[in-house]
């Protein structure tokens, strides 16, 4: 079965601070990964995805991620950060059935 | 274009009612997906349909629970009888069932048992 950890479940950082947040996926076959976001009060939006090629993956406001295979990992990172980055973050991983799993969420607040 | 549609966005009930969540997919999307989310337990998925008919419902906590989708365009989760410990969001989500379709959220509905 698959799974996703989301080490951070807080973090704060001050404006134009860099961002990491840690995403470790267990899955024993291919798998397609993705990053959504969740602004207070509102829905999941796609931030980015990965599913094949190249491993470092560009998304919406400067976002980024790169999977590392060997590592499980996919983790998401923005240079610098915006108080209007302040938002719920959701790592999921996709294997052969199509099923979405997510994680736990990272609760980011950014302080102007 | 319109998204996917969930209705209705707020309900307050009490315990014991039937609650009847709807979902609309986004047209041409094949795959349908019902999460609940939870301070406590996160967003849990709860039953997945591809082209109709029910793959996983393995996440679908106990037997109150029923989700339906009698056509492409039409899906509902109910809760019979309701429960405060059912009181959060859920949201309903489509997609094009293939590697690495982006899977698109509706707004959610927002349950509150009392």
């Given at each position: 079965a698959q799974s996703v950890s989301q080490h951070n479940h807080h973090v704060i950082l001050s404006e134009a601070a860099s961002l990491e947040l840690g995403c470790n996926y267990s899955y024993g076959g291919t798998v397609n990964l993705f990053w959504y976001v969740q602004y207070p009060g509102q829905h999941l939006q796609l931030l980015l995805k990965y599913f094949s090629?190249?491993?470092?993956?560009k998304g919406i406001k400067g976002f980024e991620a790169e999977f590392i295979k060997s590592k499980f990992s996919f983790n998401l990172r923005k240079p610098?950060?915006?108080?209007?980055?302040?938002?719920?973050y959701f790592c999921a991983v996709q294997g052969a059935t199509n099923k979405l799993i997510f994680g736990t969420g990272t609760l980011l607040a950014v302080q102007p | 274009d319109?998204?996917?549609?969930?209705?209705?966005?707020?309900?307050?009930t009490e315990m014991g009612q039937e609650v009847t969540l709807r979902c609309k997919p986004i047209s041409g999307h094949n795959s349908l997906f019902w999460y609940r989310q939870t301070m406590m337990r996160g967003l849990e998925l709860l039953i997945y349909f591809n082209n109709n008919v029910p793959i996983d419902d393995s996440g679908m906590p106990e037997d109150r629970f029923s989700a339906k989708m009698p056509n492409a365009?039409?899906?509902?989760?109910?809760?019979?009888?309701?429960?405060?410990r059912d009181s959060a969001v859920y949201f309903c989500?489509?997609?094009i069932a293939g590697a690495?379709?982006?899977?698109?959220?509706?707004?959610?509905?927002?349950l509150t048992v009392v």
């Open positions: 090629g190249d491993p470092l993956v610098s950060v915006q108080w209007s980055d302040t938002a719920e | 319109a998204g996917v549609i969930q209705s209705p966005r707020h309900e307050v365009s039409f899906s509902t989760l109910k809760i019979q009888p309701s429960e405060p989500a489509s997609t690495g379709n982006t899977i698109y959220f509706g707004e959610g509905s927002w």
